[in-house]
C-alpha cells in the first residue's frame, strides 16, 4: 500500500532546487537556439555553405526555442505546486 506523507513543506527546498535547475535549463536552451540561429546566418553568407543548413538550423533553433518555454512552463508549474503545499 502507498501512503503519501502528509509533511509536504519536508519536499519544499528539493522542489525548488528543481524549478532553478528547469529555470538554469530554459536559459541554456534560448542560448543555444541563439548559437544556431548565428550559426545558420554566418552559413547563409558563406557561399561554401550547404543550401539545406539554413533551414534546418532554424528548425533545430525553433525546437530549443519551444524546448525553452516548456522548461519555463513546468518551473512555474512545480512553483505553484510547491506554494500550493504551504
Not at 525548488?16 to 548559437?35: F, N, P, T
Not at 543550401?51 to 519555463?72: F, I, K
Request: charged letters at 25%; proline letters at 6%; a negative charge.
Amino acid at each position: 500500500m502507498v501512503t503519501e506523507s502528509p509533511d509536504v513543506t519536508s519536499y519544499d527546498p528539493e522542489l525548488l532546487d528543481h524549478v532553478g535547475s528547469l529555470r538554469s535549463d530554459a536559459a541554456l536552451m534560448e542560448e543555444y537556439a541563439r548559437r544556431l540561429r548565428a550559426t545558420a546566418a554566418t552559413l547563409d553568407g558563406c557561399p561554401a555553405g550547404p543550401e539545406w543548413s539554413r533551414p534546418v538550423l532554424e528548425r533545430q533553433a525553433d525546437a530549443c526555442g519551444t524546448a525553452a518555454e516548456q522548461l519555463r512552463a513546468a518551473a512555474e508549474a512545480l512553483l505553484a505546486h510547491t506554494r500550493a503545499g504551504d
